[in-house]
């Protein structure tokens, strides 16, 4: 069975850190490109970060480039977004995905190019 599960969410005031990690079973994420996406009430999923340990560096949305990275553990089967400087925009559900597109390539963002998904881990930024 494929199961994907989110921890590491909370509350953080601005300019905090978190990080987030989604455990995987069932697969390895290394075979295909994986990724991080975030959705706020009422605005639609968007792409944070994804990544494809084939050898290709990690791809980010513009809003967050120099703030978040994101790893992988590949020993434990872990998927990582370290967050940094945060900021109130950052607020909303954070939700792994994987068995994503080719070595993640132009349609990394896309939601539909992912077969599994997380539920989802809470990020509340204050001001």
């Known amino acids: 069975q494929v199961q994907l599960v989110e921890s590491g969410g909370g509350s953080v005031e601005t300019g905090g850190s978190l990080r987030l990690s989604c455990a995987a079973s069932?697969?390895?994420?290394?075979?295909?490109?994986a990724g991080w996406f975030r959705q706020a009430p009422g605005k639609e999923r968007e792409g944070v970060a994804a990544i494809w340990s084939g050898g290709d560096s990690p791809v980010y949305a513009d809003s967050v480039k120099g703030r978040f990275s994101i790893f992988q553990d590949n020993a434990k089967n872990i998927l990582y977004l370290q967050m940094n400087s945060l900021k109130p925009d950052d607020t909303a559900m954070y939700y792994c995905?994987?068995?994503?597109?080719?070595?993640?390539?132009?349609?990394?963002?896309?939601?539909?190019?992912?077969?599994?998904w997380g539920l989802g881990t809470q990020v509340t930024v204050s001001s």
């Open positions: 069932g697969f390895t994420y290394s075979t295909r490109c």
């Open positions: 995905a994987a068995v994503g597109p080719w070595r993640c390539g132009n349609w990394w963002s896309e939601v539909s190019t992912y077969v599994n």
